[in-house]
Each structure stands twice: as structure tokens, then as C-alpha cells.
């Protein structure tokens, strides 16, 4: 089994490869740099659920609702998800027929609400 250390490296160093591939294909102050984005928000969905993979095979499955890191991954998986097509809209030139800033206010909603609720949910160790 691949340990978290190794896959987030794989991950990070993949991300730098298509951020430098992406600077150099596209222009950086007329563009939105699509490529470095869709693979960071797929790299993040992948990662969001390895997470949830290994959370259901621990025993902190019993009582996960009040793990910060559970709501922490739950709003990035959340916002990932909802932005993602967002994205693909925008890239097929389809943003105006559609009001992106409504979905993006509300995914922004959802990712700090989440958040919020992961900081509620610490509890300081003794």
C-alpha cells in the first residue's frame, strides 16, 4: 500500500509538472492558467477520497462527526465538486449563459461553513 507521504509528494510533484507545462502553453496574464487548475482540483478529489477510504477503515468511523479534519475534507470535497463543472463551462466558453458568481458565492458558503465547523468541533488535548 502506498503510505500518504509518498502519494502527496506524487501528487505535489504532478501538480508542479502540469503548473510548469500550463505556464508555458498558455499566457499567464491573459489566461486562466486551465490546465493547472483542473488538475489540482482532480488531484484534491482524489486525495479527499483516499481520506475517506482510510477514515472508514479506522475506528474513528464510529464517531466522525466530530473530527475537524472529517469537516475539513468534507467542505474541500463539497467545493471540488461544485466547482469542477464550473470550470468546464467556463472552459467551453459557456459561462454566459449561466450566473457563475450565485454558484461560486455558495460553494464559498459551504467550504468556510465547513470550515467553521471544523474549528467548533476541536478539542484542545490536556
Known amino acids: 500500500m502506498v503510505t500518504y507521504k509518498k502519494a502527496v509528494l506524487f501528487a505535489g510533484l504532478l501538480y508542479f509538472a502540469c503548473l510548469c507545462f500550463s505556464l ?3 499566457s499567464f496574464f491573459n489566461g486562466f492558467l486551465n490546465v493547472n487548475v483542473f488538475t489540482g482540483t482532480i488531484i484534491i478529489l482524489i ?9 472508514l477503515k479506522s475506528r474513528l468511523a ?10 475539513v475534507v468534507t467542505g474541500l470535497l463539497v467545493f471540488n465538486i461544485g466547482y469542477l463543472p464550473i470550470l468546464i463551462l467556463i472552459h467551453a466558453n459557456i459561462e454566459t449563459a449561466i450566473d457563475t458568481n450565485m454558484e461560486m458565492f455558495i460553494l464559498n458558503l459551504l467550504l468556510y461553513g465547513s470550515f467553521i ?6 478539542k484542545p488535548q490536556n
Open 47 to 55: 486525495l479527499v477520497v483516499v481520506y475517506y477510504i482510510d477514515l
Open 24 to 26: 508555458y502553453k498558455e
Open 117 to 122: 465547523k471544523a474549528f467548533l468541533c476541536y
Open 62 to 71: 464510529i464517531n466522525f462527526l466530530s473530527l475537524p479534519e472529517f469537516w
